[in-house]
């Protein structure tokens, strides 16, 4: 039987092409601050200002967050209900696109939102980055109900809760996230766990352990050593019964043995079948020492603590908490529900009131930490006042934020200015944060071409300097700009383009030629150009405006 069509979202004017002007860019050096490290702040329509992004930065870009605007019935207040439903997706979809590019191979991509859009969300994002490469959606505590009516919401329930959607470009080339956990206070957990009536396994000691002897060397399915030492003398205590021995609190207890707090477990793995099989059945402890070939440890000695007639694994206190600040802390590996997040004066993180939307930076910093590295390039194309940037910067990434609002001058900046130096909110001083570090501020050159106010027809903006036509032109080409000689750029070692006001004849170009090499071509673009012009087959030339207007769209509305 055949099938036809596709699983996808439709929506009114899908279809409609969407070709826009890759602007190019323009730094404003009396608005950029410190050393920029390749930071950058851009003022801008986000659509235009990631088309300027896509020939530089397409590949480059480790993590996407971004929190769009949730379509709550104030982006497009002129609309009906069908209409802005359609253009919210329309603008999603366009710059969805274009944030994919953007993303490298091993990239993902965070994108919250609330239970307005989610839905419709989620199946345009599966059709652009593909539903294979969706990774989780996160729900996220967004807010603490305020009192018993938890009022605001009308006849529906109170929203508390906000979505993530998380997708990588590349299922095959994506590690994996890094581990992030929630931390709470070592006997404050102890204390929630009673409360929920559950039972705290870390309750025993290893109240004294007398030394190894070796026992014997036998082989794990590879065929490599596992090597058995037999424990001469141990003996094994109670948390409360250690505390009552020496005259301590337990709290003192988990700290003075902190190393030696332990619990067991029956985990049937290959390696506790073998040992096992190799060791007695008394009541002796025995470890074993041998190299992983797969799993997180891969390649690193590892040790097993195997006890008892059962041959329990011992499990360590120690691999599941830590020290900070004085203090054990343990750790949970965090799921797809986030919470803990605090949201008390979180409008005036940054030193900039951002009454609606705003994110803490303790959101930020566990979305950046589990998916980049230090150095890595993080990108955030709904900036609002700056939240993302920020905290990329204090966690030592190299960041790209778009906002087109005023916020931009009076949210981002400020913000930005106030981390380089050396601001204290947010998470400042979790991470240290001394300040330093810079960005480069950029506005969107206007339209390379306008209409003519009398006549029908498109002309050169008056306000591009001829170095800015060029740059404009070889990015609307797909050529770098790096004018050298007679060139103005190339997209290859052996593609140059030539741009030029001055009159195209057969003899310019014969001048012009003169400098190609072998197997070399060129590319000619000209406001003169001579008709009927003979040209050898590696020379091609162009006309502006006219062959500009068929790459394409100029002076469009950005949907």
Known sequence: MEHKGKLELTWTDKSKECNLEPRILMEIKDKSMGTSDGNMLIHGDNLLALKALEQAFAGTVKCIYIDPPYNTGTAFEHYDDGVEHSKWLSMMNERLKCLRTLLKDDGTIFVQIDDNEQAYLRVLCDEIFGRRNFLNMVSVNAKVSAGASGGGEDKKLKKNIEYILIYC?????????????????????????????KSYKYTSV??????????????DGAGDDITIYKVNDYEIKSVKQVAQLEGITEAEVYSKYFERIMTTTNAQTSIRTRIWDATDSENNMY?????????????????????????????????????????????????????GFSWINVTKEGSVLFPNGKKPESLLKQVIEMATDEGDLVLDSFLGSGTTAATAHKLGRKWIGIEMGE??????????????????????????WKGGGGYKFYELAPSLLIKNERLPIYQINPEYTFDMLCEAICKIEGFKYKPDGVYHGYSSENRFIHITKEFVNGEYIRSIATTLGENQSLLIYSTKVQSDLRLPDNIEVKRIPKDLLDKCTFESEVR
């Not at 299922?171 to 931390?183: L, N, V």
């Not at 006997?187 to 009673?194: D, F, L, P, Q």
């Not at 109240?207 to 036998?218: A, L, M, N, P, S």
């Not at 916020?407 to 240290?432: F, M, P």
Request: proline share 2%; with cysteine.
């Open 169 to 197: 470009k590349n299922m095959d080339a994506f590690p994996g996230f890094k581990p992030i956990y929630k931390r709470t206070e070592l006997m404050k957990y102890i204390e929630n766990m009673k409360e929920a009536g």
């Open 206 to 219: 290893l109240y004294r352990c007398e030394g190894f002897e070796f026992y014997k060397t036998i082989k």
């Open 287 to 339: 470890k074993a020492v041998y190299v992983p070939k797969t799993g997180k440890n891969k390649g690193k000695e590892t040790e097993l603590l195997l006890m008892g007639k059962q041959k329990v694994l011992v499990i360590w206190l120690k691999d599941t908490a830590e020290w900070i600040k004085k203090k054990i802390y343990k750790k949970e590996r965090v799921g797809t529900y986030w919470d």
């Open 407 to 432: 916020q931009a001058y009076t949210h981002c900046k400020v913000r930005l200015d106030n981390v380089i130096e050396g601001e204290q909110g947010g998470i400042s001083k979790e991470v240290e």
